[in-house]
């Protein structure tokens, strides 16, 4: 998606917009400081990897298209999503402008042109925010229709932008390959000194002349634009470095044919116009492929959706389903959209969207998931959630996210970059007169081979390239894996964890508790123990008392509402029952309310010790009953736990569990540290506790009551089975519900930053090593500008390295 825009709280939106045109980091950081200086941004990143823009901006102060008038001021150009739409039903001019308003008002429209005369829309917009069925359902709500032009033909803008600049690269490098190798062949010629009569030519000056100036000045033109832009505003980049150094080469060697001087340098501009050129489509491709997580899941989406319209059958294209459309889906298709299933059942394929590759079983009122497969059954349902809105969309956005923000360890690469073209220019002018005036005075033609060494060895593509493009692959890999991080900095933040604090429930468990135990402890029976508990705990959203309500259910107890009804936070619940007070909750709370419960004390420590919570039963202030209840560990925490100890993390689990039931639990699998009848509001006290100890904490839960302590953590882990308010908290979603999922992103953590460290030592020696060379000069400048070609792709090639690595 190539622009994504999200309205925050205190009147600021954040906007993603994708840029073409940047050349190395320099750009990246000139366009940052650009939109920085304007009124009403708050904020701006730009990643030079990813192509991408964050905006953070007050909306009454500037606007989208200031923004973006902004960018393409500084020489750059913002790419968007673009359709064309016929419309039918305009009478006048008037219909015309009432329409061009009405998609005006949409949230994710940038530009609108509606002409009368020909029937027809433009819009360009932003299809992670809008869909193409919102935009006509808008039309038609307006009085009018609108029928998508060439849906199978429809290409997408940022796709084209990049394939126009690819070959608009390849043309490049032929035109200058082509004319740059005769140049090359005389220079080996005359080296050899076996000239001839195709050498003569060759070495003609006015041949070379012919030959140099179309790679100077059409294969070359992007460099001096970029240049010209650059210096404009202030500021250097790579262009600056390739224009100077060829331009030196390029007219002193005019300036030696005018005066009969037999030294020309015609070869060496040529020729590294072609390196360079080379060099930047091998990096376009390589980071092409940086990006392939984005495209693999965009390429996940249904292309068309089968709904029932006026009781028949219809195919539609993906962007004109709409919430409450009922879709059919038979085996082997694809879910087009999220939504609820209203008839039949099947077997699902959602490995898509949690890495784990066991089909699941779906029937009336389950979710099913836009993209995921349909393995058997066929099955109707009814659509929740489209466009934008959709799991897959969100996937989409949160990755697209990641990879356009910046980690921590990028600020030294961006200092770096925004001081290293001035200081590559300063050092090459040091180089020339040193040579000239000191080290071989008088001889201008080995000055300015130098010089021009100096200015094309230095690579700031290399130094920009190295972070972000690993995250670009690491967040990626990490999306392919059913783990979604939200940005660069938490995935920089999880290698350095020294402690893992589980919530119990729902992530060490199962989140499915169930009674195990009943007793009664007066006149009542055990049914009517269950009874009285199930109508108190009816009205509480606590898995353990929904565990009571699902086994009085099952028992076919029947039971009302309670009279009055108030829950106590980590303790229990108060209710009035028949006019009696009934109490359910745990030891505390009976001893706050002055209940006995010495006689039962060690029927309850029993059962604690086998890992049960029991919850107790008083009725108008006096005991009558037991109800143990038992949530089941997840097969895999217990590796998990293991995996966690071996990567030298310690772990914690918290719960509001009695301590005796919490170690037990604890212990089953492998964890000695226990926080144990923690109240929900406390569990960020005591994360932040860990973090007072110097500890680098990381949470992981699944509950509402979680939020707080995922945000105060670290890092925060949410189990993607849990709730939405969970996993908004969260820096990292862990899709498959399980605790490997913490291992894998950890250890993909560990994968990225070792691997962005490799980057940032081969860039940094390769400049230190390099710029020093070329000014002894000991290296000559068609030898230099090859090793500048190609040090950023070294770079982009080790990032990609990542893919391959096992989480």
């Known amino acids: 998606m190539t622009v994504t825009i999200e309205v925050r709280g205190n009147g600021l939106s954040s906007v993603n917009l994708k840029i073409s045109g940047m050349s190395c980091a320099a750009c990246a950081t000139r366009i940052e400081k650009g939109l920085a200086k ?46 064309e739409f016929k419309i039918s039903g305009m009478s006048c001019a008037a219909c015309a402008m009432r329409i061009e308003k009405g998609l005006k008002g949409l949230p994710g429209v940038y530009s609108t042109a509606v002409n009368f005369a020909a029937e027809k829309a433009t819009i360009e917009y932003n299809a992670n925010e809008l869909t193409i069925g919102e935009i006509q359902e808008k039309v038609k709500k307006l009085g009018y229709e609108a029928h998508n032009i060439a849906d199978a033909n ?62 100077q000045f059409v294969a070359g033109w992007p460099f001096y634009r970029g240049a010209y832009a650059a210096l404009r505003n202030g500021s250097a980049n790579m262009d600056v470095l390739v224009a100077m150094g060829t331009s030196a080469a390029y007219f002193y060697s005019i300036a030696n044919v005018l005066t009969g001087d037999h030294h020309l340098y015609f070869e060496t501009s040529a020729i590294l116009i072609t390196l360079i050129i080379l060099g930047k489509l091998l990096e376009a491709t390589a980071k092409g492929r940086t990006s392939e997580a984005i495209k693999a899941l965009m390429g996940l989406q249904a292309k068309t959706a089968r709904i029932v319209r006026d009781g028949e059958e219809v195919d539609v294209p993906i962007e004109a389903v709409l919430v409450g459309d009922v879709i059919v889906v038979r085996p082997g298709e694809k879910v087009p959209v999220d939504g609820v299933i209203t008839e039949g059942t099947s077997t699902l394929d959602e490995s898509m969207l949690t890495g784990e590759s066991i089909p699941v079983d779906k029937k009336a009122g389950d979710e099913v998931v836009g993209a995921t497969i349909n393995k058997f059954g066929a099955f109707k349902f009814k659509a929740t959630k489209v466009g934008k809105d959709t799991a897959l969309a969100q996937i989409v956005r949160i990755v697209e996210e990641a990879q356009g923000s910046k980690a921590p360890i990028q600020r030294f690469a961006d200092v770096v970059s925004g001081y290293f073209v001035p200081a590559v220019v300063g050092i090459a002018v040091l180089t020339f007169a040193g040579w000239y005036f000191l ?5 201008f033609s080995r000055a300015l081979v130098n010089f021009t060494a100096v200015l094309v060895i230095a690579c700031p593509c290399a130094l920009g390239l190295a972070t972000p493009t690993s995250i670009m692959v690491g967040t990626g890999k ?52 269950l009874h009285m508990t199930a109508i108190v705990e009816k009205q509480s959203e606590h898995p353990l008392a929904q565990a009571i309500v699902k086994y009085g259910q099952e028992q076919g107890l029947p039971f009302e509402d309670p009279e009055e009804f108030t829950a106590i936070p980590g303790h229990g619940v108060k209710a009035i029952v028949e006019g009696k007070q009934i109490l359910v909750g745990t030891r505390k709370l009976m001893r706050e309310n002055n209940i006995e419960i010495q006689l039962v004390i060690k029927e309850i420590e029993r059962l604690e010790q086998q890992g049960k919570t029991v919850m107790l039963l008083a009725i108008e202030q006096e005991m009558a009953g037991l109800i143990a209840v038992a949530d089941t560990v997840k097969e895999s925490s217990a590796q998990a736990v293991a995996q966690l100890q071996q990567l030298g993390i310690e772990v914690w689990m918290m719960t509001g569990d009695n301590e005796r039931a919490a170690k037990a639990i604890a212990g089953s699998i492998g964890i000695n540290n226990v926080l144990a009848e923690v ?41 993607g089975t849990g709730t939405d308010v969970a996993i908004e908290a969260a820096d990292i979603t862990l899709m498959r519900g399980d605790l490997n999922g913490i291992v894998a992103a950890i250890k993909l953590s560990k994968a990225t930053m070792r691997n962005i460290k490799q980057n940032l030592f081969w860039a940094l020696i390769y400049n230190t090593v390099g710029i020093p060379i070329a000014a002894a000069g000991y290296l000559s400048p068609v030898l230099a500008g090859a090793a500048m070609a190609f040090s950023s792709v070294s770079v982009v090639i080790n990032a990609l390295r990542l893919r391959r690595v096992k989480v």
């Not at 960018?71 to 750059?76: S, T």
């Not at 080290?439 to 001889?443: A, T, V, W």
């Not at 707080?708 to 925060?716: C, K, M, R, S």
Request: hydrophobic share 45%; glycine share 8%; net charge negative.
């Open 679 to 719: 109240l929900p509001e406390h569990k960020a006290e005591k994360v932040e506790a860990l973090k007072r100890e110097g500890k680098v904490v990381a949470m992981v839960g699944d509950g509402i009551n979680d939020a707080p302590a995922l945000a105060t953590a670290d890092v925060g882990f949410a189990i």
């Open 478 to 529: 990490g999306a392919e894996n059913g783990i979604l991080i939200k940005g660069a900095e938490h995935l920089e933040n999880a290698h350095r964890v020294t402690t893992i604090v589980l919530d119990k429930t729902g992530t060490i468990t199962k989140g499915q508790p169930e009674v195990t135990d009943i007793i009664s402890l007066a006149a009542l029976s055990d049914r009517q123990i």
């Open 439 to 443: 080290f071989d005075p008088g001889n």
């Open 38 to 83: 304007l009124s009403g941004v708050d904020k701006a990143a730009v990643n030079f990897a990813a192509e991408k823009a964050s905006v953070t901006y007050n909306s009454a102060q500037v606007s989208l298209q200031d923004i973006a008038k902004k960018v393409e001021e500084l020489g750059y150009q913002i790419v968007t999503d673009r359709v």
């Open 154 to 215: 429809q290409i997408d803008r940022e796709k084209k932008v990049r394939q126009d600049e690819l070959r608009n690269q390849r043309f490049r490098l032929i035109l200058s390959a082509v004319l740059s190798f005769p140049l090359l062949w005389a220079m080996v010629l005359h080296s050899l000194g076996i000239m001839g009569e195709v050498g003569d030519v060759l070495m003609n000056p006015y041949v070379q002349f012919a030959l140099a100036t179309p790679v």
